[in-house]
């Protein structure tokens, strides 16, 4: 019976395609409500290199970075470059904090490098004033006018990623 049963799972198991790593694409990122999306012909690396030199130029801290690339070439997987780059500057953390609590959830706020399949880059972010609006009820113009502020703030650092 033990013979039985191991040679119907061993055919069982062969009869199953393998499982291979394989790479990883869900596709470029669509537009879509609050987000700005750009293109540039920059490497991934080089795109990475200049988002960090422009937040810092706008006074931006670098306060995470995580992207699966790395880890998932460890185990054997090719996806394409992918960061996430989280932006603050304290004096707006605890200007926001002043005026709502619930708001500071979304900070830091990021930006999405994205490599393409031609090697270039897609340099991605949501609006502050998008990302903070369901808050407004809470912050009224106030923080209103600080998600404004921001906006024009990633706006340039985006301009000098792009550039540079």
Not at 1 to 10: E, F, V, Y
Not at 11 to 24: F, G, S, Y
Not at 36 to 57: E, H, L, N, R
Request: hydrophobic share 50%.
């Amino acid at each position: 019976m033990r013979a039985c049963l191991s040679a119907l799972l061993l055919a069982a198991a062969m009869a199953l395609p393998p499982i291979l790593p394989q790479p990883a694409d869900a596709g470029s990122i669509a537009a879509r409500d609050g987000w700005v999306i750009q293109a540039s012909p920059k490497t991934f690396d080089q795109m990475v290199a200049a988002v960090k030199t422009a937040a810092k130029a706008q006074s931006l801290g670098i306060v995470t970075e995580a992207g699966p690339t790395g880890a998932a070439r460890a185990r054997g997987i090719t996806i394409p470059g992918n960061r996430v780059i989280g932006l603050f500057n304290n004096l707006y953390a605890v200007r926001i904090l002043n005026l709502s609590t619930a708001a500071m959830i979304e900070a830091p706020l990021r930006v999405y490098v994205t490599e393409e399949p031609d090697g270039t880059t897609l340099l991605s972010y949501k609006t502050p004033s998008h990302v903070f609006a369901p808050y407004l009820d809470e912050g009224g113009a106030d923080l209103a006018a600080a998600a404004v502020e921001l906006d024009a703030i990633f706006a340039s650092v985006a301009q000098g990623a792009l550039a540079h």
